[in-house]
């Protein structure tokens, strides 16, 4: 089984070409869901501790709000689509490999949005709205 991200382009490209998105229902696909669903709940056991224990009738906590809030922005940021290098650009790949982790390096690299259901489209530096 193939460990990384190329090894698994490089798999699917040899059966099908180039292909911008998973079939919906393929190991792969469903891999990268999984790994998306387990990443969007890492919070909901503190998040569950948090409700347990306030007493009924009391205000939620800060804590609770904060993170009730970012669990709903990264649904939402999960559905609409991750804005992320591409990948699938050779010149970008090697450009992130020098990155040296600046902010202001990162407009020499090319960027695409990946939907929930597989689908990706370019995207641009910094993100505008939808892009």
């Given at each position: ?40 709940a ?60 600046e ?29």
């Amino acid at each position: 089984m193939p460990k990384n991200l190329a090894k698994v382009q490089k798999k699917i490209a040899k059966k099908k070409g180039n292909v911008s998105s998973l079939h919906e229902n393929s190991r792969d696909a469903r891999r990268l869901r999984r790994a998306g669903a387990s990443y969007l709940a890492r919070d909901s056991a503190e998040l569950s501790t948090l409700q347990a224990s306030r007493r009924s009738g009391r205000p939620t906590s800060t804590r609770e709000d904060t993170l009730k809030q970012q669990m709903d922005a990264e649904a939402k940021e999960y559905v609409s689509g991750l804005w992320l290098p591409d990948m699938e650009d050779p010149e970008t790949v090697e450009k992130l490999k020098d990155w040296s982790g600046e902010w202001m390096n990162l407009n020499t690299l090319k960027f695409a949005r990946v939907k929930q259901d597989g689908t990706r489209h370019a995207s641009s530096f910094p993100p505008k709205g939808q892009s």
